[in-house]
């Protein structure tokens, strides 16, 4: 059974920084396509980034330069840092595994909450 579950959100204030981790079990994690998506209030579940299996990010033009997607094999854990972080990056934080780098994967976590306002 694939369980992914994420951890590190929180309220941060404009300008703050952020580290969101994803732990996933139940697939062969090195060989696995990862992502982050984020939901806001009201609207729908947007990619943020990816990584590819080898370690190659994808980014969404808004995160650029802010925001960077790694994975550790080692730990079976996905990691997004998030620097500079906008009142436009509050939502909720999804890891997502199964997929490709331009597909989603069948496979979520429960999300966690990052909410950035002064």
């Known amino acids: 059974q694939v369980h992914l579950v994420e951890s590190g959100g929180g309220l941060v204030q404009p300008g703050g920084s952020l580290r969101l981790s994803c732990t996933v079990n139940g697939i062969l994690f090195g060989a696995a396509v990862l992502g982050w998506y984020r939901q806001a209030p009201g609207a729908q579940r947007d990619l943020v980034a990816r990584?590819?299996?080898?370690?190659?990010?994808l980014y969404v033009d808004s995160v650029k330069g802010r925001f960077t997607i790694s994975r550790d094999n080692r730990k079976n854990t996905l990691y997004l840092q998030m620097n500079s972080l906008e009142p436009d990056d509050t939502g909720v934080y999804f890891c997502?595994?199964?997929?490709?780098?331009?597909?989603?994967?069948?496979?979520w976590g429960q999300g966690t909450q990052v909410t950035v306002s002064s």
């Open positions: 997502n595994a199964g997929g490709g780098m331009r597909s989603v994967g069948d496979y």
């Open positions: 990584i590819s299996s080898g370690g190659t990010p």
